[in-house]
Every structure is written in C-alpha cells, then in structure tokens.
C-alpha cells in the first residue's frame, strides 16, 4: 500500500506525470499555453498563480475533465492521458480532490470510503460485493487518519465544511492512488484544520506523488518545505524552484505576491 | 443511520400480513358463493389483480427514479410492450372462435390479409411469447439507454426523449398496417393454456401469480438496493460526476438499472392484459407514463414499498372518481401531484415516518405554553 510503484505503470525515468507543450483552447482563449511541467515520483510538488493562470484547467487535462486542444500527457512511460476517460484514469491511479467538496452526501461517511476503496469497479462485481474484514480495517484506518472515528455512521452531507474536504481526502486515499491532486484543500478551512491538514500532507509526503494547488502562501510554506513550487501564469509555468527562490523572483513578485 | 431503514422490522411484518391478506382474497372468491358476507365479488378481486400490475410497473419506476435518479416519462411503453407480446399469444389461442371463424384474428380478416405477417411467427406458442415479453422491453431499453447514456443525455432531455419515445410507438401502434390491431388493438380473448380466461378459477389463478411476481420483484429490487451496487446508483443520482472520478463507469449501472426497469415494467404489462381483457395503443399514450411517475411520487420515491401504496392509493381514487365525477379526474389528478410536490415530497410513506418522529401531542402542547409561562 504504502510502495510508490506497482505494476502497469512504469516510472522508469523517475518521473510519474509528463506534461508537454499541453494547449487547451476555449473559444480562442488560451487557458493553457504551451505549459510543460513533471513530477517526479514521490514528490510533493505545489503550484502556485494568480486566478485564471490556468491550475484548475490543468488538472482538467490530467484527469480527462477536458482534452487538450495539443500537446501530450503522460502518466508514467504509458498511460496517454489524453486519449482516456475519466474512470479508466482513475482507475490507472490518479486521484482527484476538487475544489468545492464533492462526497455523496447522501451516503454515510463510511459509504462514501466504501465506494471510493480500490477494487474491481464493474457492474457484476460491485452487485456481489461483500466487505472482507482487511477492507474494513482499511476504513477504519482511513476514518482515523482523516479524523472522523465514531462519525462512520453519519451522512456526509452533514459533515462540517472542513470535514468534507477531509473526507474527500480520505476517499482519494482509499483508492491508492499513485498521484494525488489536490484543488485547493484548505479552502474555507479554519486555521485549526488548515494546520490539520499540512499534517496530513506531511504524513502523506513520500508514499504517493502529489500535486497540490493553493492561495494559501502560509499552508503551501509549511507544506513544500525544500521541494519545488511551480508558479503558473496565463497558462504557462513563470517560475519554478524552492519556495524562498519563487518569492525572490521578481516576476513572480510582479504578477502574483505583490511588492 | 440518520436515514430510515429500508424495511424495519415492523415493516417486514407489515409487509407478510399484506402478503398473506391478498392471498386469503382469492379463497374468499372462490370459497363463497355470491350474497355471503365473507365473499370477495370477482370485479374486486380483478381491481387488486390490475392495482398489483401498476404497482410492479410503479416499483419498476422507483429503480430508476428513486434510486438512480433517472426520471423516465417513457415507462409505459415497456408496460404495453409487454403486453402486447402477450396479446399476441392471447390472440393465436382465440383460434376460429372470433367473429369471422378465421384462423387469423378478427383485425387481420378485416384488413383482408391472408397469412399472418413474419413478426407472428410463433407466437402461437405460450412460452416463446413470455420470452418476448422479457426480451422485446429488455432489448429496446438496452439499445435506447446505450445511445442515450453513451451520449451522456441526462435529465430533463432524457425524460423528453423518452416521452417522444412512447409518443412515437402509440403513432406506430395505432396504425392498421402495422399488424397490432390499430386503435382496437388486442380483446375478446377467449382463453389461456386451454383455460377459460373468463372462469373465477383461471382468474384466481391469474391474480396469484400476479401477487406472486409482484412480492419476488420486491424482494429482488430491494437485494439490489441494499447491496454496494445499490449504494453506487444512488451515488449517480446524487453526483454522477464525482462517481466517475472514483473510477465507475456510471454508463453500465444506468444501463443494468433502466433495462431491469424496463423487463420489470414488461412483465407488469404482461400480467395485465388477460386481466383486463384488452391492450390497446393508447396503453403508449404520454398521460400514461405520466401517471406512472405520480403513483411513485405520491408514495414517495427512493423506497420501494411507497410507489406500491402510491399505485393502490391513486387508483384506488380513481376509480372512484371516475365513477362519482368522471369529468374532474385529470385535474384531481394534477392538484395531487402538484400538492403532493409542495407538501409532501417523500410521498405517503414520508408523512408516516414524520408523524412517528414527531412528538405526542400533549408534549409539543406543553412546550410552548412552558416556554411562554418562563418568559
């Protein structure tokens, strides 16, 4: 569970995510332009940018929301992103977390990590699905982690804001992705969930890859430490590097921090 | 759970006495003669026979509706379909017993055909006939949903289509050429297997199976919606969207829910025609369907027992209504479904969890006046 690689995706080049030359196109519009960006396995990588440069449209483009107008994805030396659906991407192992929460809210919290648990997701399969006692305690571990035990039982729906966006994180964590993206996980968060969750990220760091985009400069600080904070701009990577070296560069400082 | 459970145990035992009441109606028809005071007449026995199809028809409609979210303004057309294919072995069986003394039914000398068109094939065999009545809804369900949830049609442009859907089959049906008896459509059967269709015995028989399939249909809806299966349909009711980033094709459960919808509704329709003694084209008429959806939604959706108390309650009104005041039934109608939309929309089974949630009477009297006493 916790092994970064596994069968059928080949990260033999150290890098899970390519992106190159992606262009997407609406209307004429370039939300995207010519953006190039990977990530290595096991990374930790944040983007940073302005509204509108693009960083959810780009996760768009990784998870076959929205087919690039050109360029290629990758995911490992195999997977062509941009020739697959939304659900045979996920189940190749890249997992989503959106910016507004989306659970069942209809579905108790233990539901909703059920239906997000990794296994074979057909028809006839999920009609005789039994839970097997290792799948339970997968839960359980998970309903631990993202701190909601003895609220199994409750609807999602009326989970607490900040609780949803955990909860959403622990439905990507039982679908054992090999990348995560995360859309803005602290958003409308209190400063005690914000915290919670650079924990969370911190525990994370180094069993999966994964991306994460946010405003928020004080989680992205805690979180990105000495990895690499990509800033994107109009659709297009600004600047890339440590975190201190991104809020000294002057055209970052121009478009997106402010003098 | 915060949620009601689906079938508690009182329900369970509500829905045995149901069960065992329905079976003892048939006993009552035949065991008494007419006059006694414990006697069942035929024509009630024939109202519950023809409620019990509706109300698999209205069950098979909360698999869609309820759980899935998929409303279908179209289920009428599996209804006549199934139907109809068994009308045509209803009909092969009236033999030369029908007005013409001809082979071939009434309708067809009419039109002055000779031989019965290719599709008759068969059909004079009771057996191949069932298997049409699973197979015909069952296949034009698979085929139409393909298309309509490949292409990702959702909604109100899929309730549209499947609307126009049956408006379409009720134009073909109702057309003399096309060899299904035009506007008259399929009546005066004489007989079943080589029974007297008429005989209280064969209609005991009828309804029994009836409540038989009706109770199995139940049960298999509700294994299903308890199952993790169950639990991903109403995850594309809720968010279809999100469903698809967790890695399910959403396509496939749509399809497996709306063609066991659609086989279900078939074999209501089926079960329907011998009873009622006649299927015609207006069977596909889109006020049909409509009420389909009103039986579901004034015994409230999304819990499989409600459509069937909303199909017996409906028509049991109705079937007043159109005696007492013939003329008002379509807007009793619609101010039920616009009341039951503002008021009541968990239907008649939501209005019984609440009065069992509220408190007694004595104890919400008290509070208020207690609370004004302290201020």
């Known amino acids: 569970m916790n092994t970064v690689k596994r069968e059928g995706l080949d990260t033999a080049h150290g890098a899970i995510l390519y992106l190159n030359d992606i262009t997407v196109s609406f209307d004429g519009f370039k939300a995207i332009n010519k953006l190039n960006l990977d990530i290595s396995v096991g990374e930790l990588r944040c983007i940073i940018g302005p509204n509108g440069a693009g960083k959810t449209t780009m996760m768009d483009v990784i998870t076959g929301k929205t087919r690039p107008t050109s360029g290629t994805a990758f995911f490992g030396q195999t997977y062509d992103l941009a020739r697959m659906t939304e659900y045979d991407i996920a189940h190749a192992g890249i997992g989503r977390k959106f910016q507004r929460p989306t659970v069942f809210e209809q579905h108790t919290v233990f539901e909703n990590l059920e239906l997000a648990m990794k296994m074979d997701k057909r028809v006839r399969p999920t009609l005789f699905a039994r839970l097997s006692a290792e799948q339970e305690d997968r839960i359980a571990q998970t309903v631990r982690l993202i701190r909601l035990h003895g609220q199994e039982q409750r609807l999602a ?103 | 759970m915060n949620r009601p459970a689906l079938f508690s145990k009182p329900a369970w035992l509500a829905l045995g006495a149901v069960t065992v009441a329905a079976l003892l109606l048939p006993l009552l028809n035949l065991a008494f003669p007419p006059g006694h005071a414990l006697h069942v007449s035929g024509y009630a026995l024939g109202l519950v026979g023809k409620f019990m199809c509706y109300a698999l028809a209205a069950l098979a409609l909360d698999l869609v509706w309820g759980y899935t979210g998929i409303l279908s303004l179209g289920h009428g057309l599996f209804f006549a379909l199934g139907g109809y294919a068994h009308g045509m072995y209803l009909m092969r069986a009236i033999g030369r017993d029908g007005v013409y003394q001809s082979a071939l039914p009434d309708f067809m000398v009419f039109l002055d055909w000779k031989t019965y068109p290719w599709y008759w094939a068969m059909t004079d065999s009771f057996w191949y006939c069932m298997a049409l009545v699973v197979l015909v809804p069952g296949v034009l369900a698979f085929v139409f949903g393909y298309f309509a949830f490949r292409s990702r049609i959702k909604g109100v442009y899929f309730s549209i289509i499947t609307q126009a859907l049956t408006y379409a089959f009720m134009l073909l049906f109702f057309r003399n050429d096309t060899g299904f008896g035009g506007n008259n459509g399929f009546t005066d059967f004489k007989r079943i297997l080589g029974f007297d269709i008429t005989a209280p015995g064969t209609r005991a028989v009828l309804y029994l199976v009836t409540l038989a399939l009706l109770v199995g ?159």
Request: negative net charge; glycine residues 10%; aromatic residues 8%.
């Open chain 2, 217 to 375: 249909a139940l049960l298999l809806c509700r294994w299903i919606v308890t199952s993790r299966l169950g639990r991903v349909l109403q995850a594309v009711r809720d968010s279809e969207a999100r469903l698809m980033f967790i890695g399910y094709n959403p396509l496939w459960f749509k399809l497996f829910v709306w063609t066991l919808s659609a086989v279900l509704c078939g074999i209501a329709g089926a079960l329907y025609v011998p009873q009622v003694g006649i299927i015609n084209p207006s069977e596909m008429s889109p006020a049909n369907s409509i009420e389909m959806v009103i039986w579901a939604a004034v015994g409230g959706r999304g819990t499989l027992v409600g459509p069937i108390i909303g199909a017996f309650t409906v028509n049991g009104l109705k079937s007043w209504f159109t005696a007492a005041f013939p003329d008002l039934w379509l807007f009793a109608l619609g101010l039920l479904f616009i009341l039951v939309t503002l008021f009541m929309q968990q239907g008649i089974l939501g209005l019984i969890g609440k009065m069992k949630r509220r408190p007694a009477p004595a104890d919400a009297a008290a509070t208020p006046a207690a609370s004004k006493e302290a201020a």
């Open chain 1, 157 to 259: 729906g009326l989970l607490s804001h900040g609780q949803k966006q955990w909860l959403e994180i622990g439905m990507l964590l039982m679908q054992e992705p090999q990348l995560i993206l995360l859309d803005e996980p602290v958003a409308g968060m209190s400063d005690a969930e914000t915290a919670r969750t650079a924990e969370l990220l911190n525990e994370l760091r180094g069993k999966h890859s994964i991306m994460v985009v946010e405003h928020d400069m004080g989680f992205v600080t805690e979180i990105a430490q000495q990895g690499k904070v990509t800033v994107l701009h109009e659709g297009a990577v600004l600047a890339e590097g440590r975190m201190d070296q991104v809020q000294a560069d002057e055209r970052v400082i121009d478009v997106y921090l402010g003098r």
